[in-house]
């Protein structure tokens, strides 16, 4: 799993090979790193990685993660580039966004028309994929240029199905 990370302001990326108690990840594209993870009580973790033992006290607040370990405080904001969140909703830019299928599927529903205004965060088309379905919204306001699928269509992974400028 990769996510992107924030960490006191300075970006980066750390993929996870293998979860805990022997987790293995890599930071940054680095090289493969070891560590063990315990959760001995809620929000605390006891970490061994390279022969020293941290523990790691992890505090969520409506900016992210607070992060304490050894007296030293990390403001850490998380995100996984695989979710839609709330949070970053707005941040689309400017210019024309398109709306892909993110996997081959049934266009079951389609919620929008062109010509349609539509909000940061508002259901375009509902893809079915693995008897799932999936809930394709818009990243940011804008209008709605074209709708590429009919309902009951077959979608491939990648295609454009909604274009909005």
Same mark, same amino acid.
């Given at each position: 799993?990769?996510? $992107? +990370? ?28 070891? =560590? ?9 973790? @006891? ?5 020293? @033992? ?8 409506? $900016? %992210? ?11 850490? $904001? ?16 400017? %210019?024309? *966004? ?14 929008? =028309?062109?010509? !349609?205004?539509? !909000? ?12 799932? *379905? ?10 709605? +240029?074209?709708? @590429? ?9 990648? &295609?454009? +199905?909604?274009?909005? &400028?």
């Amino acid at each position: 799993m990769k996510l $992107d +990370l924030t960490v006191n302001g300075t970006p980066g990326h750390i993929e996870i090979l293998a979860p805990r108690p022997d987790c293995r990840f890599r930071v940054d594209g680095g090289p493969k790193r070891d =560590a063990n993870v315990e959760m001995p009580e809620p929000g605390v973790y @006891s970490v061994l990685l390279d022969g020293r @033992s941290y523990e790691a006290r992890v505090e969520v607040t409506a $900016d %992210g993660l607070v992060v304490v370990i050894d007296g030293f405080r990390f403001a850490i $904001d998380v995100h996984d580039p695989r979710r839609f969140s709330r949070r970053h909703v707005g941040r689309g830019g400017e %210019g024309v *966004q398109t709306v892909s299928a993110p996997m081959p599927g049934k266009l079951v529903r389609v919620l929008v =028309a062109p010509g !349609d205004a539509v !909000d940061a965060g508002q259901g375009l088309v509902v893809v079915e994929a693995m008897k799932m *379905q999936n809930e394709m919204k818009a990243a940011r306001a804008g209008r709605v +240029l074209a709708v @590429s699928a009919k309902e009951g269509a077959t979608v491939t992974a990648g &295609e454009v +199905l909604v274009t909005i &400028e």
